[in-house]
Antibody, heavy 122, light 107 residues
Framework: QVQLVQSGAEVKKPGSSVKVSCKAS????????ISWVRQAPGQGLEWMGGIIPMFGTSNYAQRFQGRVTITADESTSTAYMELSSLRSEDTAVYYCAETIVATDTRYYMDVWGKGTPVTVSS | VIWMTQSPSLLSASTGDRVTISCRVS??????LAWYQQKPGKAPELLIY???TLQSGVPSRFSGSGSGTDFTLTISFLQSEDFAIYYC?????????FGPGTKVDIK
């Protein structure tokens, strides 16, 4: 069973960037995909993007395109999500999740990390 | 843009009840639908995928049905640990999107 350990809480200024890490243990890191999903306070879930480390390919939800970068380091079994040009509306808990690729870009999320709270405030 | 709705948004129930949550999608998604449970302060957990396939380790009191645009999550005999928020998620069209959630609380 894969376990995902995320980096700690962050407080950022508007306009800055944040980079959250997600270290996997168990399983074979490069054989599955990793998604990033965020949840604003009291709100629902929003898929941001994902990566398949084996292929090094990332794809992103259009609303985050140009602002989010998802990468993976196979040598350390760690995925990263960097979000730039932060604004107050980006305040949320950011989750990484082992992602099952049904076909092509059809993803559902299996094992989740515990989440990383990111607060954007001046 | 694909829209997802869930009903009810809030469901008050008692332990032992049979509860049903509906998820409706604005376009047909075949059976590419998953259900998650989220408890306060915790990450979501996968319950069901492919509309009706129970994830390993999930109690058999949970079941899913439906295809196309209308889906249902049923909890056959509600237990105390089942009070939580439930989300559906379609993965037929990119990007994957979630419903707004249904909160199941204690009556």
């Amino acid at each position: 069973q894969v376990q995902l350990v995320q980096s700690g809480a962050e407080v950022k200024k508007p306009g800055s960037s944040v980079k959250v890490s997600c270290k996997a243990s168990g399983g074979t890191f490069s054989s599955y995909a990793i998604s990033w999903v965020r949840q604003a306070p009291g709100q629902g879930l929003e898929w941001m993007g994902g990566i398949i480390p084996m292929f090094g390919t990332s794809n992103y939800a259009q609303r985050f395109q140009g602002r989010v970068t998802i990468t993976a380091d196979e040598s350390t079994s760690t995925a990263y999500m960097e979000l730039s040009s932060l604004r107050s509306e980006d305040t949320a808990v950011y989750y990484c999740a082992e992602t099952i690729v049904a076909t092509d870009t059809r993803y559902y999320m299996d094992v989740w990390g515990k989440g990383t709270p990111v607060t954007v405030s001046s | 843009v694909i829209w997802m709705t869930q009903s009810p948004s809030l469901l008050s129930a008692s332990t032992g009840d049979r509860v049903t949550i509906s998820c409706r999608v604005s376009q047909g998604v075949s059976s590419y639908l998953a259900w998650y449970q989220q408890k306060p302060g915790k990450a979501p957990e996968l319950l069901i995928y492919a509309a009706s396939t129970l994830q390993s380790g999930v109690p058999s009191r949970f079941s899913g049905s439906g295809s196309g645009t209308d889906f249902t999550l049923t909890i056959s005999f509600l237990q105390s640990e089942d009070f939580a928020i439930y989300y559906c998620q379609q993965y037929y069209l990119f990007p994957p999107t979630f419903g707004p959630g249904t909160k199941v609380d204690i009556k």
